[in-house]
């Protein structure tokens, strides 16, 4: 079975511009969650969606937003780039909200010059 | 917010060395999980041990929950064990939903 799949794997954009990241959880999971890694730190949360609706959101600006769409899908669009969006978008899926157990792709590497 | 410290910083083992890493939080949680995260940035599951114990070949987890503790424990270590360990936590009943909340990591190498 395929696992989280994320895309891009490595981009760069300039300051200002906006960016989509995408990922398509592991088939039969119904939860994604989306974190921000910079160099150096534990990732942090940003987003969670469940059965298409935000269930939690992590301390991030409004220029970070998110969906899900009905095949349980997601995309995360962040918009007025900053040099500090630079790090590694992890999505992360799981069967149940609760995420119990969750399972992340391998990232989408975004840099902002 | 939860606090998540992990200890040490940094490790440097060679091959066949054994390791405890150690992850301290601050308050009750119902959700622990150790993360694998390899040079390229892939985070793995290891375990999920909110409580008691759990082993997978050369790793094993322990969480004290009353102690707000976790061990992760690696034997007869490997050069495919490098990489960063995670420890997170996270209390998916209050909120509703399940937000992890990750230390900074322990960084380890193991050199042949």
């Known amino acids: 079975d395929a696992g989280v799949t994320q895309s891009p794997t490595h981009l760069i954009k300039t300051r200002g511009q906006q960016v989509t990241l995408r990922c398509s959880p592991i088939?039969?999971?119904?939860?994604v969650s989306w974190y921000q890694q910079v160099l150096g730190q534990g990732p942090q949360f940003i987003f969670q969606?469940?059965?298409?609706?935000?269930?939690g959101r992590g301390n991030f600006p409004d220029r970070f937003s998110a969906r899900q769409f009905p095949n349980y899908s997601s995309e995360l669009n962040v918009n007025a780039l900053l040099l500090g969006d630079s790090a590694l978008y992890l999505c992360?899926?799981?069967?149940?909200?609760?995420?119990?157990?969750?399972?992340f792709g391998e990232g989408s590497w975004l840099t902002v010059v | 917010g939860i606090q998540v410290e992990q200890s040490p910083p940094d490790l440097i083992l060679q091959e066949g060395a054994n390791s405890t890493l150690r992850c301290n939080f601050s308050?009750?949680?119902?959700?622990l999980q150790w993360f694998h995260q390899n040079p390229w940035g892939q985070l793995i599951n290891l375990f999920y041990?909110?409580?008691g114990t759990k082993q997978n070949g050369r790793l094993s987890a322990t969480t004290v929950a009353t102690e707000r503790y976790s061990l992760l424990y690696i034997s007869s270590s490997q050069t495919t064990d490098s990489g960063v360990y995670f420890c997170?936590?996270?209390?998916?009943?209050?909120?509703?939903?399940?937000?992890?909340?990750f230390g900074a990591g322990t960084r380890l190498a193991v050199h042949p």
């Open positions: 088939s039969g999971h119904k939860s």
């Open positions: 041990i909110p409580s």
């Open positions: 992360a899926s799981s069967h149940d909200i609760s995420g119990n157990t969750i399972y």
């Open positions: 969606y469940y059965e298409k609706e935000e269930r």
């Open positions: 308050d009750s949680v119902n959700n």
């Open positions: 997170a936590v996270g209390d998916s009943i209050s909120g509703g939903y399940n937000k992890l909340i």
